[in-house]
């Protein structure tokens, strides 16, 4: 019999209540539960990065926090991203520059580039790497996504 | 790999987690950042019956000034060590240490006390707070008692805590104008465990020689070690004085150096003198 508690937490704007097992993780929620099959699940074991998503304001991975932690939280997934219009600028450089390929890394990459670019990064190239270090692609080679991120900011992108 | 069952609880007194934790009918294990339990659950490397959440112990987190050193409550994460002005002027080997803890995403969630507690051989802090002389202070139902890192850390995953006793801060000294620190580490991707790493300490005096040396090692043994031997190879030494530090690394044979999925154990030995070496020439 698995245990479950009721959780109360906002996901991209909206307040949800549900009953969810311990031993749920947020992303398995996230996707499972609520049919936010957005961000992505890799490795679940916190080394891919495909599930970077936004709790409280910080972006984690969404397979290392159980549903349980959240509760109280705002989550903000690559969806809510998309909506609110905060990765439009991200997501239009990525295509230009073609940093992506199958695309499964894509939602956690942008994640993670958005925290780089939203907290006032600089537009050098190896601290974006850095920054972007806990993220896995196995397409591109990661010199386009460091590009794109540099095209964002420094203005070289309109949306 | 999902994590097994567990019953799940978030004490918001300290009382109560205390009282959870030191109650020997259950199995029950604390929660910090959770960025290494949680894989460990997923892997059923551990399987507590309870989880103790943490994260809504107020008491446990924050970074105070403490006699001119500060006091790091457990929960702090490393992301809020890495913006703390507090931490950058009073514990520069802290800071230094910080960019090489996994990644981004992980630092928003891990805390310090976590990783003490967990004394993982690989993790940094481990073997920063031996190069600091810090103390931890640990917190069970029966009161309140600290214990200096250099005791504190006893084998792989095995560390002086006791039944029902919860890491409550990390306690570090007033640091003086003339202390100077050195970190580096191998790792084969940033942010990854590393191959080898070490962080360093001492006291510069206006002839450029050293004294005082604190010298500890990480991912190279079964937990992060002092390497005393090489501290007394160095005292009165310059950081660029070849012949001591020939003789620091002939010292470290005394690590019991142990392999792991990056490295055997000679070539541990021979990775401890090369981050020594590096750590030493940016002091």
């Not at chain 1, 909506?83 to 940093?99: H, K």
């Not at chain 2, 890192?149 to 007033?174: D, H, K, Q, R």
Request: with cysteine.
């Amino acid at each position: 019999m698995q245990e479950t508690r009721t959780i109360t937490l906002t996901v991209n704007g909206e307040t949800i209540s549900e009953a969810v097992p311990n031993r749920l993780n947020l992303i398995d929620f996230l996707r499972g539960t609520l049919g936010l099959t957005g961000s992505h699940v890799g490795c679940e074991h916190g080394v891919c990065g495909a599930c970077t998503l936004e709790v409280d304001g910080a972006m984690v991975r969404g397979c290392l926090i159980f549903a349980v932690q959240a509760d109280g939280s705002q989550i903000t997934t690559i969806e809510g991203l998309a909506e609110d219009g905060r990765s439009a600028a991200l997501r239009e450089a990525f295509i230009q520059r073609n940093a992506l390929q199958c695309g499964y890394c894509t939602p956690g990459m942008l994640a993670s580039a958005l925290e780089y670019v939203e907290s006032g990064g600089a537009a050098d190239r190896s601290a974006i790497r850095e920054h972007i270090s806990g993220n896995y692609c196995r397409c591109t080679g990661y010199q386009a996504v460091v590009e794109a991120v540099c095209d964002v900011i420094e203005g070289r992108v309109s949306t | 790999m999902k994590a097994p069952d567990f019953r799940y609880t978030r004490p918001v007194t300290m009382a109560e987690a205390l009282a959870l934790l030191g109650d020997e009918e259950n199995e029950a294990s604390p929660l910090a950042g959770g960025q290494s339990l949680v894989p460990m659950m997923n892997f059923r490397m551990a399987q507590p019956e309870i989880l103790v959440d943490l994260g809504a112990l107020k008491e446990l987190r924050g970074i105070e000034n403490a006699d001119g050193g500060l006091r790091i409550g457990a929960m702090t994460r490393y992301a809020e060590l890495a913006a703390s002005k507090l931490v950058s002027e009073r514990a520069p080997l802290v800071a230094m240490a910080l960019p090489h803890i996994a990644h981004a995403a992980i630092r928003n969630r891990g805390t310090i006390g976590g990783s003490v507690a967990l004394a993982d051989p690989a993790a940094e802090m481990p073997a920063v707070l031996q190069a600091l002389d810090a103390r931890i202070e640990l917190v069970s139902a029966s009161g309140t008692r600290t214990v200096p890192a250099s005791e504190f850390f006893l084998g792989m995953y095995e560390t002086a805590l006791e039944e029902g006793e919860l890491v409550a801060a990390i306690l570090l000294g007033p640091v003086a104008a003339e202390r100077r620190f050195g970190f580096h580490e191998l790792a084969r991707r940033h942010g990854d465990y590393a191959m080898a790493g070490v962080t360093a300490s001492a006291t510069a005096r206006p002839d450029g020689t050293f004294v005082d040396w604190r010298i500890a090692h990480f991912s190279v043994a079964d937990c992060a070690v002092r390497a005393t031997g090489a501290e007394a190879a160095l005292e009165g030494a310059k950081p660029t004085d070849a012949e001591a530090l020939e003789a620091a690394k002939e010292a470290l044979s005394e690590i019991d150096f142990s392999a792991d999925l990056n490295a055997s154990a000679k070539t541990k030995r021979h990775l401890a003198g090369v981050v020594m070496t590096r750590a030493l020439e940016g002091m």
